[in-house]
């Protein structure tokens, strides 16, 4: 393969990457805690979009179960996204006849 074509290659996969970056951008994942009884909905892109607190577990005497419920809750929907962003991933590559696991540089 010559200079060109890898450029020309480099160049497809950059737009490619940016089109999944700009779709899964708006594509919603969920985590929660406690059974569900937190529950965050975020993009892949990180942005909170919602959460949902069930009322049996707002107690005014005990604030940090909540506080815990909440950290759990979003830290499951982060991971979700990251490995929805890394199947995405591996996807477009393999369709592109690059190894899964290259590290890009962008």
Known sequence: M???QMMKQAQV???RMAEMQD???DTEVTGSAGGG????????????????IDPSVI?????????DLIIVAVNSAVETGKARMEEETKQMM????LPAGMKLPF
Do not use: F, H, W, Y
Request: proline share 3%.
């Open 37 to 52: 009884l937190v529950t965050v909905v975020m993009t892949c892109a990180q942005t909170m979009r919602k959460i949902t």
């Open 59 to 67: 107690n005014p005497n005990d604030g940090e179960t909540l506080e």
């Open 94 to 97: 393999a369709g592109m006849g």
């Open 2 to 4: 010559n200079i060109a």
């Open 23 to 25: 779709r899964l951008s």
């Open 13 to 15: 996969m950059q737009e």
